[in-house]
């Protein structure tokens, strides 16, 4: 197997409309490149003037995927890690706001010679040197570069002008260009239109780009008879015209654009050779188990701030698919609105009707927080399994605190910054911070598991990473008084001082964590903690189903059986 020469570029670019999928094409053809042999990093440009998604609000952005040196990214980065298991890094994902700060910075050094700053050549040449960084590593044969936002759009164009530019410098058979566009079904004419590809087309040859293949997302698969046509009006081959259509899950993707022959368009064209066949076996078990599981249904309510966006939950929603998958049943989520249960007269016993299991998820500021609470007072007094991100790791224990230990005014310093009994309070190394961007705990840190946890049971080891995102932790002064009470600390720093894991021991389920667990969830490395709490919901659904059949069915006594017979 002959590795290439020089590294081959893929740039992935979208058109019509957004949120046409861009992250899972990018992470289904970095999968199947792969699956073949060749060394495969993703990278995602967004042309917001933000430095990184860090300061932006969940109902804006989704969520803030965080890569184990700390950056603060977009969620397009959980896709593929999540599709190829190889780490990212900052260096995977660039703002056009860190494009314009690095130009700025270096005029304010005097690094210009006093010349006058453009976007062209100056801002055009900052992106293409951030474009080469990955690939000057040696470590990779193929590098994929997702644009962000649609053609058509102006904070877009410096992109597409610096990758013009650079595969009139690396040549046709080291970059080629994917663009993604969208073929709607005309349910009253029974029939797919290919205008706005067409269009969409034309706007990316304004720009002076010709795409060398086109993926067109559609409802209904494309007829040959329609990729001819939009091969003819769009200057590119009929093979060179891919179609994917709607599926039951992402996870198909890949498949599909397997079955298209993306991949081997992409190598013919860049010059790639002798790579093995892909081995996809798998992963079309996974979807198999993720369409038909063997154990039917369970459902899991999700308690948290920004449940009318469920992409401010994408990690989490993903991970329990993949244990889903693992523990043979499929988890259906349920949207629990966290400010809901703050009214006295909302009937929490309802929300909780149908449900398996309770997570409650991670979120800033007070908003919804005593609903959390009372949410988590309801899962533990029932030993309804309950799992805690972060901030539901924080609301377990002012929950406990408050109804366990007798500390009735316990909060977070971050909720009330005069609380009586702040068993939440900022860190110590963040008291001085002034800016918000970037200045939290952020990326991967060890954690060390105490023997004979649920914890080291489900993870099967003593040391562990875990990626992190946050500013405030539990307050070592109350740690004795909550072990004293039947909490158990399972999980600390390696020094002893931060606590990572708490748990209770009488209790079906009981984990909360003060790290973000659904960042390292994987389709064949699904995580430890969802794996082990959707088995949890699973057993706990079981039993409330045989419940249910013995009040249907109550046994017969002998006599009764008699009379019966």
């Given at each position: 197997?002959?590795?290439?020469?020089?590294?081959?570029?893929?740039?992935?670019?979208?058109?019509?409309?957004?949120?046409?999928?861009?992250g899972?094409?990018?992470?289904?053809?970095?999968?199947?490149?792969?699956?073949?042999?060749?060394?495969?990093?993703?990278?995602?440009?967004?042309p917001?003037?933000?430095?990184?998604?860090?300061?932006?609000?969940?109902?804006?952005?989704?969520?803030?995927?965080?890569?184990?040196?700390?950056?603060?990214?977009?969620?397009?980065?959980?896709?593929?890690?999540?599709?190829?298991?190889e780490?990212?890094?900052?260096?995977?994902?660039?703002?056009?706001?860190?494009?314009?700060?690095?130009?700025?910075?270096?005029?304010?050094?005097?690094?210009?010679?006093?010349?006058?700053?453009?976007?062209?050549?100056?801002?055009?040449?900052?992106?293409?040197?951030?474009?080469?960084?990955?690939?000057?590593?040696?470590?990779?044969d193929?590098?994929?570069?997702?644009?962000?936002?649609?053609?058509?759009?102006?904070?877009?164009l410096?992109f597409?002008?610096?990758?013009?530019?650079?595969?009139?410098?690396?040549?046709?058979?080291?970059?080629?260009?994917?663009?993604?566009?969208?073929?709607?079904?005309?349910?009253?004419?029974?029939?797919?239109?290919?205008?706005?590809?067409?269009?969409?087309v034309k706007?990316?040859?304004?720009?002076?780009?010709?795409?060398?293949?086109?993926?067109c997302?559609?409802?209904?698969?494309?007829?040959?008879?329609?990729?001819?046509?939009?091969?003819?009006?769009?200057?590119?081959?009929?093979?060179?015209?891919?179609?994917?259509n709607?599926?039951?899950?992402?996870?198909?993707?890949?498949?599909?654009?397997?079955?298209?022959?993306?991949?081997?368009?992409?190598?013919?064209?860049?010059?790639?050779?002798?790579?093995?066949?892909?081995?996809?076996?798998?992963?079309?078990?996974?979807?198999?188990?993720?369409?038909?599981?063997?154990?039917?249904?369970?459902?899991?309510g999700?308690?948290?701030?920004?449940?009318?966006?469920?992409?401010?939950?994408?990690?989490?929603?993903?991970?329990?698919?993949?244990?889903?998958?693992s523990?043979?049943?499929?988890?259906?989520?349920?949207?629990?609105?966290?400010?809901?249960?703050?009214?006295?007269k909302?009937?929490?016993?309802?929300?909780?009707?149908?449900?398996?299991?309770?997570?409650?998820?991670?979120?800033?500021?007070?908003?919804?927080?005593?609903?959390?609470?009372?949410?988590?007072?309801?899962?533990?007094?029932?030993?309804?399994?309950?799992?805690?991100?972060?901030?539901?790791?924080?609301?377990?224990?002012?929950?406990?605190?408050?109804?366990?230990?007798?500390?009735?005014?316990?909060?977070?310093?971050?909720?009330?910054?005069?609380?009586?009994?702040?068993?939440?309070?900022?860190?110590?190394?963040?008291?001085?911070?002034?800016?918000?961007?970037?200045t939290?705990?952020?990326?991967?840190?060890?954690?060390?598991?105490?023997?004979?946890?649920?914890?080291?049971?489900?993870?099967?080891?003593?040391?562990?990473n875990?990626?992190h995102?946050?500013?405030?932790?539990?307050n070592?002064?109350?740690?004795?008084?909550f072990?004293?009470?039947?909490?158990?600390?399972?999980g600390?720093?390696?020094?002893?001082?931060?606590?990572?894991?708490?748990?209770?021991?009488?209790?079906?389920?009981?984990?909360?964590?003060?790290?973000?667990?659904?960042?390292?969830?994987?389709?064949?490395?699904?995580?430890?903690?969802?794996?082990?709490?959707?088995?949890?919901a699973?057993?706990?659904?079981?039993?409330?189903?045989?419940?249910?059949?013995?009040?249907?069915?109550p046994?017969?006594?002998?006599?009764?059986?008699?009379?019966?017979?």
């Amino acid at each position: 197997m002959a590795r290439p020469k020089n590294v081959k570029h893929i740039f992935v670019t979208g058109g019509v409309i957004s949120s046409l999928g861009k992250g899972i094409l990018s992470a289904s053809l970095g999968l199947l490149l792969k699956s073949r042999g060749l060394r495969v990093a993703i990278q995602k440009y967004d042309p917001y003037i933000n430095v990184d998604p860090g300061t932006m609000s969940p109902y804006q952005h989704g969520e803030v995927y965080v890569t184990d040196d700390g950056a603060e990214t977009d969620l397009d980065l959980g896709h593929y890690e999540r599709f190829l298991d190889e780490p990212t890094s900052q260096a995977c994902n660039l703002t056009m706001g860190r494009v314009y700060k690095s130009v700025i910075d270096k005029e304010r050094r005097g690094e210009y010679l006093g010349g006058t700053v453009q976007v062209v050549p100056h801002v055009i040449d900052e992106i293409k040197e951030k474009m080469g960084d990955l690939a000057k590593n040696g470590s990779f044969d193929v590098l994929i570069t997702e644009i962000g936002g649609t053609i058509g759009d102006i904070e877009s164009l410096p992109f597409l002008e610096a990758m013009r530019q650079l595969k009139l410098e690396l040549g046709e058979h080291n970059l080629l260009n994917i663009h993604l566009t969208f073929v709607p079904y005309i349910k009253a004419a029974s029939e797919l239109k290919t205008k706005p590809t067409q269009h969409s087309v034309k706007m990316l040859l304004e720009t002076g780009i010709q795409p060398d293949i086109l993926v067109c997302r559609s409802e209904k698969p494309l007829s040959r008879e329609i990729k001819n046509k939009v091969g003819h009006f769009c200057n590119v081959h009929d093979l060179d015209v891919i179609g994917l259509n709607d599926c039951d899950t992402i996870y198909e993707v890949p498949l599909m654009l397997l079955k298209e022959q993306l991949d081997l368009r992409v190598m013919k064209k860049l010059g790639l050779k002798k790579f093995r066949e892909p081995n996809m076996e798998y992963w079309k078990n996974f979807c198999e188990k993720v369409k038909h599981p063997k154990d039917g249904e369970i459902t899991i309510g999700i308690c948290g701030k920004y449940t009318e966006y469920p992409d401010a939950y994408k990690s989490i929603i993903e991970s329990f698919i993949h244990a889903g998958a693992s523990n043979d049943v499929r988890v259906s989520v349920k949207m629990l609105r966290a400010e809901d249960a703050e009214d006295p007269k909302f009937d929490i016993s309802s929300a909780f009707k149908g449900i398996s299991g309770l997570l409650v998820a991670p979120g800033f500021g007070d908003r919804g927080i005593e609903g959390k609470v009372r949410f988590v007072q309801y899962a533990r007094e029932n030993n309804i399994p309950f799992f805690g991100i972060c901030l539901g790791m924080q609301c377990a224990t002012i929950e406990f605190a408050r109804n366990i230990c007798d500390l009735p005014d316990a909060n977070s310093t971050e909720f009330n910054k005069r609380a009586r009994f702040p068993v939440i309070d900022l860190m110590e190394h963040q008291k001085k911070v002034k800016e918000k961007g970037g200045t939290m705990r952020l990326g991967s840190y060890p954690c060390i598991l105490k023997e004979g946890s649920r914890a080291h049971e489900v993870y099967g080891k003593f040391l562990i990473n875990e990626r992190h995102r946050h500013r405030y932790e539990f307050n070592n002064q109350f740690r004795k008084l909550f072990e004293e009470k039947g909490m158990i600390f399972s999980g600390t720093s390696p020094n002893g001082d931060l606590v990572e894991i708490v748990e209770l021991k009488n209790h079906c389920w009981f984990v909360a964590v003060q790290f973000h667990p659904e960042l390292k969830s994987r389709v064949q490395k699904v995580h430890p903690l969802f794996d082990g709490f959707v088995h949890a919901a699973k057993e706990f659904a079981q039993g409330k189903r045989q419940l249910s059949l013995e009040v249907e069915m109550p046994r017969l006594s002998s006599t009764e059986m008699e009379n019966a017979g």
